[in-house]
């Protein structure tokens, strides 16, 4: 990758594989000249051996190899050093077509694209620019869990945050008030949407970006950790005809993957399917996508009031914020409408307790909930590091429930950046409202009541899940207890 950066190998079409010092073994796109041969010799300096494939598959090693490259944002950070002279960083600079052609730029443009480049390879959710007193600090969310990366010097901040500002279209003058915007990026040909906030603090603005890679692969209902018992129980309360069927969680706890999942079951050239979403994490072919847009005071609920009058079979609504929003979703379920939606919650049960604080009436939310689905994310342990140990007397009693004799944990190695976790997978807990529930819902019973009741009725709690994990080795016991409570 040193010897041919990235824009030189996209342009030419050539990807070195293996170099011996006597030869270089080319992979070479199908449309290629003899000539950019020759130029790619001319440069290397040694014999060349090639083999052609197609442009498509040419283009997929070509992302994967220079997508997987070991730019640190760190040393990046280190060489800008505290001898730059920022004044002459606060300039509006064009955004680039794909970040691994800007090698050569400025140097708040090179930190910046190296914390991207870094984020996504790393595949963390979230990267945080911090300003303090004293000192800038950069994190990532990788599994859920912020971790340090690299402390700009201080009187940087200031020039990061613009170039963030002009990168999102926001305004760089105004630092007083918050501001939300988005970045659209290409890394190796890969589309990343990038959610851009920034709030006033006593030191300067704090920024966060929220990363989501839409070339990724979307999963479907079997394929996000769901057990087969709940997995056919929701997918009974996708066929009802109408409802409301919700999906709760706190943030980053993978609801909108879960609601994508369901709706790639439910496509059909008979359905009318139509999302109301902020923002569209998933281009869906077959489904009718509107992005909320604040600006022009296209809210949830007024998309939603267009929307009943374009002949809808299923609803999709991205969160359910306000009361006015969740009055039109019960308004269209009880017009023969099926409503699929978000709701923050602790677990399923208090689900009930939400919408009726927000003002639905007890009785209106009997006639048409369906289930809840409450679910959070547990990170996996790292099949590289990972030790089995028995169980201990203090950990049953700690825990409340049986566990496993045996039980994992991970000291962290280089697979997982020794943090001895490795991608995060699903725990479910799933409500469903029959005719004796729908009662106690109408009678305005207290959530206790309700849980206690559905627990009876064979309700599976979020830790009981998720001691499948453990007895698996899939996640380690103080994860499991960090994301569920008693």
Same mark, same amino acid.
């Given at each position: 990758?040193?010897?041919?950066?990235?824009?030189?190998?996209?342009?030419?079409?050539?990807?070195?594989?293996?170099?011996?010092?006597?030869?270089?073994?080319?992979?070479?796109?199908?449309?290629?000249?003899?000539?950019?041969?020759?130029?790619?010799?001319?440069?290397?300096?040694?014999?060349?051996?090639?083999?052609?494939?197609?442009?498509?598959?040419?283009?997929?090693?070509?992302?994967?190899?220079?997508?997987?490259?070991?730019?640190?944002?760190?040393?990046?950070?280190?060489?800008?050093?505290?001898?730059?002279?920022?004044?002459?960083?606060?300039?509006?600079?064009?955004?680039?077509?794909?970040?691994?052609?800007?090698?050569?730029?400025?140097?708040?443009?090179?930190?910046?694209?190296?914390?991207?480049?870094?984020?996504?390879?790393?595949?963390?959710?979230?990267?945080?620019?911090?300003?303090?007193?004293?000192?800038?600090?950069?994190? +990532?969310?990788?599994?859920?869990?912020?971790?340090?990366?690299?402390?700009?010097?201080?009187?940087?901040?200031?020039?990061?945050?613009?170039?963030?500002?002009?990168?999102?279209?926001?305004?760089?003058?105004?630092?007083?008030?918050?501001?939300?915007?988005?970045?659209?990026?290409?890394?190796?040909?890969?589309?990343?949407?990038?959610?851009?906030?920034?709030?006033?603090?006593?030191?300067?603005?704090?920024?966060?970006?929220?990363?989501?890679?839409? @070339?990724? @692969?979307?999963?479907?209902?079997?394929?996000?950790?769901?057990?087969?018992?709940?997995?056919?129980?929701?997918?009974?309360?996708?066929?009802?005809?109408?409802?409301?069927?919700?999906?709760?969680?706190?943030?980053?706890?993978?609801?909108?993957?879960?609601?994508?999942?369901?709706?790639?079951?439910?496509?059909?050239?008979?359905? !009318?399917?139509?999302?109301?979403?902020?923002?569209?994490?998933?281009?869906?072919?077959?489904?009718?996508?509107?992005?909320? !847009?604040?600006?022009?005071? /296209?809210? +949830?609920?007024?998309?939603?009031?267009?929307?009943?009058?374009?002949?809808?079979?299923?609803?999709?609504?991205?969160?359910?914020?306000?009361?006015?929003?969740?009055?039109? &979703?019960?308004?269209?379920?009880?017009?023969?409408?099926?409503?699929?939606?978000?709701?923050?919650? !602790?677990?399923?049960?208090?689900?009930?307790?939400?919408?009726?604080?927000?003002?639905?009436?007890? +009785?209106?939310?009997?006639?048409?909930?369906?289930?809840?689905?409450?679910?959070?994310?547990?990170?996996? /342990?790292?099949? @590289?590091?990972?030790?089995?140990?028995?169980?201990?007397?203090?950990?049953?009693?700690? +825990?409340?429930?049986?566990?496993?004799?045996?039980?994992?944990?991970?000291?962290?190695?280089?697979?997982?950046?020794?943090?001895?976790?490795?991608?995060?997978?699903?725990?479910?807990?799933?409500?469903?409202?029959?005719?004796?529930?729908?009662?106690?819902?109408?009678?305005? &019973?207290?959530?206790? &009541?309700?849980?206690?009741?559905?627990?009876?009725?064979?309700?599976?709690?979020?830790?009981?899940?998720?001691?499948?994990?453990?007895? @698996?080795?899939?996640?380690?016991?103080?994860?499991?207890?960090?994301?569920?409570?008693?």
């Amino acid at each position: 990758m040193s010897k041919l950066p990235y824009a030189f190998a996209r342009s030419h079409g050539v990807l070195i594989v293996t170099e011996t010092g006597e030869a270089v073994e080319l992979l070479v796109r199908e449309d290629t000249h003899a000539a950019s041969l020759a130029e790619v010799r001319r440069h290397l300096g040694l014999p060349i051996r090639i083999q052609r494939m197609a442009r498509a598959t040419f283009d997929a090693h070509l992302a994967d190899a220079y997508g997987q490259g070991d730019q640190d944002a760190a040393s990046v950070v280190e060489d800008i050093g505290q001898d730059v002279d920022v004044s002459q960083l606060m300039q509006d600079m064009p955004v680039v077509e794909d970040l691994l052609e800007t090698q050569d730029d400025a140097p708040i443009i090179r930190m910046i694209n190296a914390l991207l480049q870094q984020a996504v390879r790393e595949q963390a959710s979230d990267i945080h620019i911090e300003p303090y007193e004293r000192y800038c600090l950069v994190r +990532f969310r990788r599994d859920g869990t912020l971790m340090d990366i690299a402390r700009p010097h201080r009187a940087l901040h200031a020039a990061i945050a613009s170039r963030i500002k002009i990168m999102a279209s926001l305004d760089i003058a105004e630092k007083r008030l918050p501001q939300d915007g988005r970045i659209s990026l290409r890394l190796a040909g890969r589309t990343v949407d990038v959610r851009v906030s920034t709030v006033p603090t006593a030191h300067g603005e704090r920024i966060v970006l929220r990363l989501l890679d839409k @070339s990724g @692969s979307q999963l479907g209902l079997d394929a996000i950790g769901m057990p087969s018992d709940t997995q056919v129980a929701f997918q009974a309360l996708l066929t009802q005809p109408h409802g409301i069927v919700l999906v709760t969680g706190p943030t980053g706890s993978g609801k909108t993957t879960t609601l994508y999942a369901a709706l790639r079951e439910m496509l059909s050239p008979t359905r !009318n399917i139509v999302t109301v979403e902020d923002p569209i994490e998933y281009e869906m072919a077959g489904v009718g996508q509107i992005q909320v !847009n604040a600006r022009i005071d /296209l809210s +949830f609920a007024r998309a939603l009031r267009s929307i009943l009058r374009q002949d809808p079979d299923v609803i999709m609504i991205g969160e359910i914020r306000d009361l006015e929003t969740a009055q039109i &979703a019960v308004q269209a379920s009880l017009t023969g409408h099926l409503v699929l939606a978000t709701l923050h919650t !602790n677990d399923a049960c208090s689900a009930v307790t939400r919408l009726t604080d927000m003002g639905v009436e007890p +009785f209106l939310l009997a006639s048409t909930l369906r289930g809840v689905l409450a679910q959070r994310l547990v990170r996996c /342990l790292c099949p @590289s590091c990972r030790t089995q140990h028995a169980s201990s007397d203090a950990d049953r009693a700690l +825990f409340g429930k049986p566990l496993p004799d045996s039980l994992w944990t991970a000291d962290g190695c280089s697979e997982c950046m020794r943090t001895g976790y490795r991608g995060r997978s699903g725990i479910y807990e799933l409500f469903s409202v029959d005719a004796e529930l729908a009662q106690l819902i109408h009678n305005a &019973a207290p959530e206790a &009541a309700l849980r206690e009741r559905s627990c009876e009725k064979g309700l599976r709690l979020l830790r009981e899940d998720g001691l499948r994990y453990l007895a @698996s080795g899939k996640t380690s016991f103080e994860e499991l207890l960090r994301v569920t409570r008693d």
